[in-house]
């Protein structure tokens, strides 16, 4: 079933996390393997594979997931320095987890561009 990613089963406290964020419609949690002192995953509790799969009826979501990461990471103290928002889509573009989700890395300067 669609609603079935491992990001679901993370959203809905199936498999453990580290919660940064709830909501009604977005769950933020650490990363297993944080790229940067501050690795934050922030996905929408409904499943969209990529983010080429989002229509137009995604857009208030969309908009709200970036809204979520904004207060994020306001409350992680990286407003001041600056940080990063990816968002991989596909196997080229480091795709892994077919579960849309906003990655926000921060606490040290970012390289550009990426690898
Ligand atoms: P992607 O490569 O799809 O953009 O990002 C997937 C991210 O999910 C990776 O950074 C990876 O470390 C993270 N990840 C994969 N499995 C788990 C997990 O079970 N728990 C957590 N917290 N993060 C995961």
Not at 32 to 56: C, F, K, Q, S, W
Request: charged residues 20%; aromatic residues 8%.
């Amino acid at each position: 079933m669609p609603e079935d990613t491992l990001f679901s089963k993370i959203a809905r406290g199936e498999i453990p996390s580290t919660e940064v964020y709830s909501d009604e419609n977005f769950y933020a949690f650490r990363d297993i393997n944080p790229g940067a002192p501050t690795h934050v995953l922030v996905v929408p509790r409904r499943p969209i594979p990529m983010i080429t799969d989002a229509t137009e009826a995604d857009a208030l979501l969309l908009g709200r997931l970036l809204l979520v990461a904004n207060k994020i990471a306001e409350k992680e103290g990286l407003t001041k320095d600056g940080f990063r928002y990816v968002i991989n889509c596909g196997a080229w573009g480091g795709q892994t987890v077919f579960h849309l989700h906003v990655h926000i890395l921060g606490g040290r300067p970012m390289a550009w561009p990426p690898g």
